[in-house]
């Protein structure tokens, strides 16, 4: 079966520049040394699997902290001031040049309104229709003092459709959920240190309540901790009240304990395995996915990654650095019969160059010690 | 060149002879010389050692066998296969040296063809050029061997450089040692013209800025 994403092309985002991936498969980890650009591989995955939506984009620069947080002097930036989103494109582009951007596509079996997509940041003008009650923003003049009225915006072709997004629509609190809510692919990401909390995990769990999917986390849970039984989450998102914590019956206390003091491993795999349950049949993207994990049940839980890849259709990102990881990743993808791939993305120059290892190279990198991260 | 260096040999054989001849002739040091149990599993695993992480040159050492043009094959299309581009259709006398090519991860390759690139043969019939000329042993050795009566000789033909070599080593004053002994012990004589193609095409395939 073609996975969502079997090649990928990537011009301009960050500093990924010419970069085309051919090969991937229904799990793919992807490895490199630090600032090989992994995560801005996912980033790129991100924004076309969910179509550019502007919560993804709002998600990856709010992560990045590239608003700046509050008392940070250097970083206050004034509404119309399109620097957060330089460091977006490859460069950071001179503004009054409209020419450069960056595109992301994929061929597979992404529904083709969301397999490509451009974006600039152009200045653009308002202009009314006074009869239809409606506006349309158009490209500014070249010369950028001739017009006093323009602002820039983020310019974007998605699958063909245009769009344009002022950039002071980002400056505001951002409650545009439904966006993300309407891609035609579901799309999750779990970042780094999901583990730390449980509360953000309340809306997945939400989404899997009381289905199948509940006794493949508690099934999950039993690779490292063999006394879980079952497990929920109790609390609100409502303020003065319990926040959402997730909760574990064990074996080994009558009463439910907070996950949390199980251990950053746990927590880890409950992440994981809850987004990959709010994945079916869409992309599920994990950064360094061997964080609080101890090696010796990576080979357990990739294989239960495969499977669940398998049952639930979904295509798997995971960045990792981390040797283990490497080596439990090969194990697995031996013993499934699903695609396995690893990519290296390798800094040379300005450059980022990929390698792929097939399942079957990474059998033989394995028996002949080869180093693939 | 910073980044690693590997050399992909059939057996621990090829491994002790080429680390001792590195060191007799000061080439330098190679960082793994990977022994793979034979040649099918070293030819396979052409393609994911070429994409070992931080290599900057890749040895390949071969017997010829007796099909010196089906072994080259072998080798040559799969190097083509990974990018190296056209590659002769025989491997060079001196050892074929390809540089990597440009925007590529890809490393430095050298091949070579046990005995020499041009003959069929194995490792012990290229240590045969490091016996000192005219070795009056080695002839005593060779009408030994030639002379097993029919019936008796339990290794085929291709296999019989290999047993004059360990019956020569064998009657050596420290008899018995193994290959790569028999260089650091000056047996076999690394400093032969002989030697010269094979250390040139090491420098070359490794250690050349």
Redesign the interface.
């Known amino acids: 079966m073609t996975p969502f994403i079997k090649i990928l092309e990537i011009d301009g985002f960050r500093a990924l520049t010419g970069l085309r991936i051919n090969g991937f498969g229904k799990v793919n980890l992807i490895t490199g040394k630090n600032n090989s650009g992994k995560s801005s591989l996912l980033e790129a995955i991100r924004i076309l699997a969910t179509g550019g939506a502007l919560r993804t984009i709002y998600d990856i620069l709010n992560y990045r902290e590239e608003w700046g947080a509050a008392g940070d002097s250097e970083k206050i930036y004034s509404p119309t001031d399109p620097v957060p989103f330089c460091n977006l494109f490859n460069g950071f582009p001179n503004l009054s040049s409209s020419s450069q951007g960056f595109s992301i596509s994929a061929t597979g079996a992404l529904p083709p309104p969301i397999s490509r997509i451009n974006v600039r940041i152009n200045w653009f003008v308002r202009k009314n229709d006074p009869d239809r009650q409606a506006y349309s923003y158009e490209p500014a003049s070249s010369d950028l003092f001739d017009d006093a009225e323009s602002f820039p915006a983020l310019d974007l072709d998605i699958g063909g459709r245009k769009r344009v997004i002022p950039l002071d629509r980002f400056q505001r609190r951002f409650p545009v959920r439904t966006e993300a809510d309407a891609a035609p692919v579901p799309c999750v990401y779990l970042d780094p240190f999901s583990s730390r909390f449980t509360s953000q995990m309340g809306a997945l769990w939400d989404a899997i309540a009381l289905t199948d999917a509940e006794h493949e986390i508690v099934k999950a849970l039993k690779v490292i901790s063999n006394d879980i039984q079952a497990v929920s989450m109790i609390g609100s998102d409502e303020r003065n009240t319990r926040p959402r914590t997730a909760i574990v019956k064990s074996g080994r206390h009558p009463a439910p304990l907070p996950l949390r003091t199980l251990g950053d491993g746990v927590n880890r795999l409950f992440g994981v395995i809850l987004s990959l349950c709010n994945a079916r049949n869409g992309v599920l993207l994990v950064d360094e996915i061997e964080n609080g994990l101890h090696y010796s049940v990576q080979t357990e839980i990739w294989r239960t990654i495969f499977r669940l890849a398998t049952d639930l259709n979904v295509q798997i990102f995971a960045t990792s650095h981390s040797w283990d990881c490497v080596r439990a990743f090969q194990q697995a993808a031996g013993d499934s019969p699903e695609d396995g791939v690893l990519v290296?993305l390798?800094a040379?120059g300005d450059?980022i160059?990929p390698?792929l290892?097939t399942e079957e190279?990474?059998k033989?990198?394995t028996?002949?010690?080869?180093?693939?991260? | 060149m910073t980044g690693k260096r590997v050399l992909m040999v059939e057996g621990p054989d090829d491994e002790h002879v080429v680390k001792n001849l590195c060191g007799a002739r000061n080439l330098g040091k190679i960082d793994h010389v990977h022994p793979y149990g034979g040649k099918d599993p070293l030819i396979e695993g052409i393609p994911a050692r070429l994409k070992e992480s931080d290599l900057v040159a890749l040895g390949i050492l071969l017997d010829a066998d007796t099909d010196l043009h089906a072994r080259w094959e072998a080798v040559a299309h799969r190097l083509q296969q990974a990018g190296y581009g056209h590659l002769p259709a025989a491997p060079t006398r001196e050892g074929l040296v390809i540089e990597a090519p440009e925007n590529t991860l890809l490393p430095r390759v050298g091949i070579w063809l046990m005995p020499d690139n041009q003959v069929p043969g194995i490792l012990e019939d290229f240590l045969r050029f490091l016996v000192p000329a005219g070795d009056p042993l080695f002839a005593h050795v060779e009408q030994s061997v030639d002379r097993i009566p029919d019936g008796q000789r339990r290794f085929g033909d291709l296999k019989k450089p290999k047993a004059k070599i360990h019956t020569w080593l064998a009657w050596q004053d420290e008899p018995g040692k193994p290959l790569g002994q028999a260089i650091r012990a000056r047996y076999l004589d690394p400093d032969l013209p002989a030697a010269d193609v094979f250390a040139d095409w090491l420098d070359r395939t490794f250690f050349a800025p």
């Open positions: 290296r390798t040379r450059r160059i390698t290892f190279e990474l033989i990198a028996r002949d010690q080869i180093e693939v991260r």
